[in-house]
């Protein structure tokens, strides 16, 4: 069988880790940088109405704002603002009057201007994010009141320049983790392709599949000569024992009924134009095997049907993991147990193959997962591997076919195109 060309299975493991690895740092990369804008931002938001309240909380401030003498309040007010500018380590604290003139500001020369913001109608604390003298900013507002009446106004504020130059030792850092966890990465992946390539090699992936392919059709191509073997065997020792005792006739009977039960098969098979030989010899054992495990075997094959796009090793693993899975499940089911074969010719001249089997069924909710690999509703062991199924399935789709599942009765059903004349 051909190999087919490509990158080796260990590449693709190697590619496939350090992609998912990359597109992981880079999704933990935005979700700590949208964390970080977001906690300085709040962070920026809470210093800020802090900042404001404490000031318009200043028994000092009040009197000054209530004495209506704004140069008076400014000369007191503006060094010692200046001062909680530096220590808060703010952008900017405005105190104003009522009607919102500045009595302080960061620009001296813009005291007794209007301020620039929200002034609330409502003397109540607002926080907003606004384009001052200074460039956007997050600011607070916190009304000044004496005796109830509003008196001024304190606002406090942090322009965005300043929040963004905040969250630099913050990039920084998730740019350490980003490329820690991408280090981290890499060399698991190239762990894996150690280990992958200790297994299969420099063998291509389609390489690796057809490895599987071929010994899943040793193995039941197997299987069904040692049962067929195992039959004739045992008819064969009963004729010689009935010869010995004189008994012929009955001796010609049995193996009358064991060439006729067989010719019926090979008719069958022998009828197809375009039939595969090593098909036929998997089904003729599979009718043995399936007689072995008292399970009553059926097939039709129809003359038309046309020869698939499957190589012969395929074919086996396709068709013999269909019939396998299907007398595993009649096996375990109620009498009568039967397992039906159809291979048959569609309206559109494609081959459909059709196993159906009188086993307990498949619940609908699992008829996706039987075909991914590793998944089983057999037991662990030999004959719950979690591998037919999902070899079959990648088969067929890799000769552009498809596979269906359907109940009552449980029946798998392959549609694969004819193979074109060269």
């Known amino acids: 069988m051909a190999t087919r060309a490509g990158r080796s299975a260990a590449s693709r493991v190697f590619l496939i880790v350090a992609a ?8 933990i990369t935005a979700v700590l940088l949208i964390d970080g804008h977001r906690t300085v931002r709040v962070e920026a938001e809470r210093v800020t109405r802090a900042v404001a309240e404490t000031v318009a909380d200043s028994a000092q401030v009040a009197e000054l704002l209530a004495a209506g003498d704004r140069r008076a309040a400014s000369a ?5 603002i200046e001062a909680v500018i530096d220590d808060a380590r703010v952008d900017f604290v405005t105190v104003m009057n009522a009607a919102g003139i500045r009595i302080t500001h960061r620009d001296r020369d813009r005291i007794g201007e209007p301020y620039l913001g929200t002034i609330p109608n409502e003397p109540a604390p607002l926080t907003e994010e606004f384009t001052g003298t200074l460039g956007p900013s997050v600011r607070s507002i916190v009304p000044v009141e004496v005796g109830g009446a509003v008196v001024g106004w304190v606002s406090v504020g942090v322009t965005v320049g300043s ?7 913050r990039i920084l850092l998730v740019v350490v983790i980003a490329g820690v966890l991408v280090a981290a990465g890499l060399i698991g992946a190239v762990l894996a ?15 690796v599949r057809d490895a599987v392919s071929s010994y899943e059709s040793l193995r039941t191509l197997g299987e069904a000569l040692r049962a067929q073997t ?27 009924e064991t060439s006729r039960q067989s010719q019926v098969l090979v008719d069958q098979v022998a009828a197809r134009r375009e ?9 003729l054992g599979k009718a ?22 499957l190589s012969p090793v395929d074919a086996v693993s396709v068709v013999g993991n269909l019939i396998d899975n299907a007398m595993d499940a009649a096996a375990a089911g109620d009498e009568p147990r039967w397992v039906e074969l159809r291979m048959t010719r569609t309206d559109e001249g494609e081959l459909e193959i059709a196993v159906a089997d009188s086993g307990r069924g498949i619940p609908p909710e699992l008829h996706r997962q039987v075909f991914e690999h590793g ?11 979690g591998v037919g199924l999902a070899l079959v399935s990648a088969i067929v789709e890799d000769a552009g076919g498809v596979i269906t599942l359907s109940d009552a009765p449980t029946t798998f059903r392959v549609i694969l195109p004819p193979r074109t004349s060269a």
């Not at 998912?20 to 999704?27: D, E, K, P, Y």
């Open 288 to 309: 043995s095997q399936a007689k072995e495990r008292g399970i009553r075997w059926r097939s039709r094959i129809e003359p038309n049907a046309p020869r698939s796009v």
């Open 275 to 283: 039939g595969d030989p090593t098909v036929g010899a998997l089904l």
């Open 20 to 27: 998912a690895v990359a597109l992981l740092a880079v999704g």
């Open 230 to 256: 195992h039959e004739h065997g045992n008819r064969m020792h009963t004729a010689i024992a009935l010869l010995e005792l004189g008994r012929t006739a009955e001796a010609i009977d049995i193996l009358a």
């Open 375 to 385: 998944f089983s509703t057999k037991p662990a062991g030999r004959e719950g591997r």
């Open 76 to 80: 007191d007010l503006q060094p010692q």
């Open 163 to 169: 929040i963004t130059a905040t969250l630099g030792p």
């Open 193 to 207: 392709r150690r280990a992958m390539r200790q297994v299969t090699g420099d063998l291509p992936a389609g390489a």
